[in-house]
């Protein structure tokens, strides 16, 4: 979702310079490719691990939940070419929407974005107890639609979800802009823009 679907991995970075940053957290360029497609328990682990700040835990969360919902009405917006190339394809292809993301923050975006209709399923990090880059997500998603590996492919832009497609057999196709061309080579394809895509399928 986070960077291929939304634009919003830029918003993300925000809330780390306007919120984290008071409390001594300042990501350095390996964080965030960790960081990039991974589950709001994985972030606050790497978070406490790393720098261990001086706040309680379940009230960074809070604060960190509310900060982003805050930046993402006032600035979250549909990825650059993602509506004509949903249109494209939502006659040709059954959708689904992926995301590490739980379930109060893709509602709070759904509630901005309408996003639930644009897609047949939708999977967040409550419908796995495991996560990217482990394939779960995606076989959830497979089980769910009734589909093989073979006959789905995958839209990725971070490492872990690169990673978790992958891990679930299906080939996986990986969008340049949230972190460099390099590491996503373990992609099948490697697209500039979303528009892209219609050149692959």
């Not at 059954?94 to 047949?120: M, Q, R």
Request: net charge negative.
């Amino acid at each position: 979702m986070d960077g291929v679907v939304i634009d919003s991995e830029k918003l993300y970075s925000t809330s780390e310079k306007g919120l984290l940053s008071n409390y001594g957290v300042k990501f350095d360029d390996s964080d965030w490719h960790y960081i990039k497609g991974c589950t709001e328990k994985q972030f606050y682990d790497l978070v406490y691990r790393k720098y261990n700040p001086d706040i309680d835990r379940d009230l960074l969360i809070a604060k960190g939940r509310e900060f982003l919902k805050k930046v993402f009405t006032q600035k979250l917006q549909y990825m650059d070419g993602f509506i004509d190339i949903h249109s494209n394809l939502k006659n040709k292809f059954k959708l689904a929407l992926v995301t590490s993301t739980g379930p109060d923050l893709v509602n709070h975006i759904e509630s901005l974005l309408s996003i639930y209709s644009k897609f047949d399923l939708v999977i967040t990090s409550l419908d796995t107890t495991k996560h990217k880059p482990l394939p779960d997500p995606y076989n959830k998603a497979m089980e769910k639609l009734n589909l093989k590996p073979h006959e789905c492919v995958v839209v990725e832009d971070s490492i872990q979800g690169i990673k978790s497609g992958k891990n679930a057999g299906c080939t996986v196709i990986a969008l340049e802009g949230s972190i460099e061309r390099e590491y996503l080579k373990e992609a099948d394809y490697i697209i500039s823009h979303l528009s892209d895509i219609q050149n692959i399928l």
